[in-house]
Nanobody, 112 residues
Framework: QVQLVESGGGLVQPGGSLRLSCAVS????????VGWYRQAPGKQREWVAR???????DYGESVRGRFTASRDNAKKTVFLQMNRLKPEDTAVYYC??????WGQGTQVTVSS
C-alpha cells in the first residue's frame, strides 16, 4: 500500500513563492513516477508536473518556467517549488502515483 501526504500550502501574494512537499510511503519510491495535480473550485483536476525516477520532469504549459519539481529519494519525498505565483494558481494541489494513489491535497491561495 502506498500513502502520500502533501504539505506546504498556504496563502501567498501574487509574485510570491511556495514549496510543496509530498511524503511517499512504499519501499520502491526510487522508481516511482510521481505527479502533481491541482483542482480549482468549479474546475476539473489539472495535471501540473511529473517527475520520473531519474529526475526527468515534465510540466503543464500553464506552469512551465515557474514551477520546478524535484525529489529526495533518501527522504522519499517529492517537492514542487512554485515561483512567480498568480491568482489563477489558486487550487488544491495533490500528488499522485500509480496505480491510483492520491494524497489528501494541500490548499494554495494566491491573493493580495
Amino acid at each position: 500500500q502506498v500513502q502520500l501526504v502533501e504539505s506546504g500550502g498556504g496563502l501567498v501574494q501574487p509574485g510570491g513563492s511556495l514549496r510543496l512537499s509530498c511524503a511517499v510511503s512504499g519501499s520502491i519510491f526510487a522508481v516511482m513516477v510521481v505527479g502533481w495535480y491541482r483542482q480549482a473550485p468549479g474546475k476539473q483536476r489539472e495535471w501540473v508536473a511529473r517527475i520520473g525516477s531519474g529526475g526527468n520532469n515534465d510540466y503543464g504549459e500553464s506552469v512551465r518556467g515557474r514551477f520546478t519539481a524535484s525529489r529526495d529519494n533518501a527522504k522519499k519525498t517529492v517537492f514542487l517549488q512554485m515561483n512567480r505565483l498568480k491568482p489563477e494558481d489558486t487550487a488544491v494541489y495533490y500528488c499522485h502515483t500509480g496505480p491510483g494513489f492520491w494524497g489528501q491535497g494541500t490548499q494554495v491561495t494566491v491573493s493580495s
